[in-house]
């Protein structure tokens, strides 16, 4: 059973606790899976939201991605996982995407958002992050009406995943136990990870993928004392109750 909030911060009834918004199908493997199948482990129900479908890609069809999508979240453990229709490659931040994902979030009703970090080489990804904000806050406002007519909803924490990011994490989830499963996940995406001649200076070689994704993960996990770990920000101040329960050894 998850753990006992205190009563002020009871979330409301909620199809699922936890939400990961991406640009991309695979997005969420590679910076965030090893943290929803943590607290999956922990009882919190998970869920996907891809905003976009892969037509764009270099390798694969958005029917590839689907499939291989769906297998992924079978592995992550998800509750549930869709996808948008913005286009791929041409994330935009505008008023009609937001009302699609406030939609989302109003029938969805998760207490915490994670987010792409809000800086990167790709365009979508940082587009996301502000797109997926402006998303929760307009999903909270009464009066604004979404096609299906649910009743508002503003999530209390909104998270950002910065694994490929170069800033120090805010915290890291250890995500030891259930290492080899995120792989699996990323691997089911087969289109984008096999050894193929297309786009092959800008893909990981196979060869490769699990050492460079299991050494990232041991770097943030040295950061706090644990194996493997992923890192996440966040841009309010945390609250502290009790010093002596604070963890990670500071000497």
């Not at 790709?122 to 992050?129: C, S, V």
Request: neutral net charge; glycine residues 6%; charged residues 20%.
């Amino acid at each position: 059973m998850p753990p006992s909030l205190p009563s002020s911060l009871l979330p409301l009834p909620s199809a699922v606790d936890i939400l990961a918004i991406a640009a991309h199908r695979d997005d969420v493997e590679q910076t965030c899976g090893g943290t929803l199948l943590a607290m999956h482990a922990r009882g919190w129900r998970t869920a996907i939201l891809d905003l976009t479908q892969g037509e764009s890609g270099t390798r694969g069809t958005a029917a590839d991605r689907e499939r291989e999508a769906n297998e992924a979240a079978r592995i992550l453990n998800v509750a549930h996982r869709e996808a948008l229709d913005l286009p791929d490659g041409n994330v935009q931040n505008t008023l009609d995407n937001r009302l699609k994902i406030a939609a989302v979030l109003r029938r969805l009703r998760p207490r915490v958002v994670i987010l792409p970090y809000w800086q990167g080489r790709h365009p979508d990804h940082y587009t996301t992050a502000t797109l997926g904000y402006e998303a929760c806050f307009l999903s909270g406002l009464a009066k604004v009406a979404t096609p299906d007519a649910t009743a508002p909803h503003r999530p209390y924490k909104i998270l950002y995943a910065s694994l490929y990011a170069d800033v120090r994490p805010t915290f890291v989830v250890d995500i030891t136990p259930h290492i080899e499963q995120r792989l699996q996940s990323l691997l089911a995406y087969r289109s984008q990870y096999t050894t193929q001649p297309q786009g092959g200076g800008l893909f990981v070689p196979e060869e490769e993928i699990r050492e460079r994704t299991f050494a990232t993960a041991r770097h943030y996990g040295l950061l706090a004392g644990v194996r493997y770990a992923e890192p996440f920000v966040q841009k309010e101040v945390a609250l502290v109750d009790d010093l002596v329960l604070l963890p990670v050894q500071s000497i």
